[in-house]
């Protein structure tokens, strides 16, 4: 129990009980000022990722398209092996930077629902930025936009609160080249995938590098085999396989949350010809729409 204020102005107890419960009271203010206040640590002054601070620190998003097919559409898509290819858009003055596939899928048919998730993954790799080959992901890690990957030897690092707060940053602090890039998962009709990288940058020694997620996502149909992770094979480069594409559509969820879209094999995509949406021709190259 409290005894009588001291002149002090502080209260003094007797209860070694109350003192504790005292200490807890103050450790959970701090935190939810720190919270308030976006600033992603626990009082102890580890990085917290949870879903609360996610929400308040990044800009990531949830957004999800439902794409409507008649059954003639389908069943000319299955019998031509056509594959749905799935992509995403990043911002970064970095040209030589190029887009990955996010996923592919023939799991598709008159109604066919792709979200996207609200949380990235940052990654780095050895392997060379090769048109048509795949990225192998050393290592990744949990990051907001706004932090920074601290790259050491071997490719590993460790997060740490500051960047640019529209970026994802990685810093490396070593002699070494790598490749860089963001990850994210995707769920198709229900079933959701792992962390997939869709874009690839040098990392060179020494350097920084700084991408800017795009709330564009880019999609089409295509004969051409290729794996999650791949670098993108424009039509124009040497390496391009023989095959048909059907023309693609990059959606702008800058301003919502979910679409609805139609896709003919004849007519191409329809979403109304809103702004937020434009159709690619089916030999456009990708790594402009992809890559700002």
């Known amino acids: 129990m409290l005894t009588t204020p001291q002149s002090s102005g502080f209260h003094k107890t007797d209860d070694q009980l109350t003192r504790r419960d005292f200490v807890k009271l103050c450790i959970l203010a701090t935190q939810k000022t720190l919270r308030v206040n976006s600033q992603p640590y626990l009082f102890w002054g580890l990085l917290d990722f949870s879903p609360a601070v996610r929400a308040m620190s990044s800009p990531a998003y949830n957004a999800t398209i439902t794409i409507n097919m008649n059954a003639d559409t389908i069943q000319k898509l299955l019998a031509g092996q056509y594959i749905l290819y799935g992509y995403k858009a990043v911002q970064s003055t970095d040209k ?36 048509g080959e795949q990225i192998t ?104 396989l023989a095959g048909a594409n059907g023309p693609g559509i ?16 004849n007519l191409g995509w329809d979403w109304g010809n809103y702004a937020w949406a434009q159709q690619i021709p089916a030999n456009e190259n990708l790594t402009p729409w992809l890559i700002e």
């Open 96 to 131: 030589a930077g190029r887009p990955l596939v996010w996923f592919d899928t023939q799991s598709y048919s008159t109604t066919t629902v792709v979200s996207c998730s609200d949380t990235y993954r940052v990654y780095t790799s050895s392997s060379p930025i090769v048109s």
């Open 137 to 240: 992901v050393g290592f990744s890690t949990d990051i907001l936009c706004g932090q920074t990957l601290q790259v050491i030897d071997g490719g590993v690092g460790a997060v740490v609160n500051m960047g640019n707060p529209s970026d994802v940053s990685i810093a490396n602090q070593t002699t070494t080249e790598f490749t860089c890039g963001i990850m994210q998962e995707q769920t198709i009709n229900g079933n959701p995938s792992a962390f997939v990288p869709y874009c690839a940058f040098p990392l060179n020694g020494l350097n920084l590098q700084e991408i800017r997620p795009l709330n564009k996502i880019l999609l089409m149909f295509s004969t051409a085999k290729t794996n999650n992770g791949t670098v993108v094979v424009d039509s124009a480069d040497s390496t391009a």
């Open 250 to 265: 990059i959606i702008d969820f800058s301003a919502m949350p979910s679409c609805t879209v139609t896709y003919d094999v």
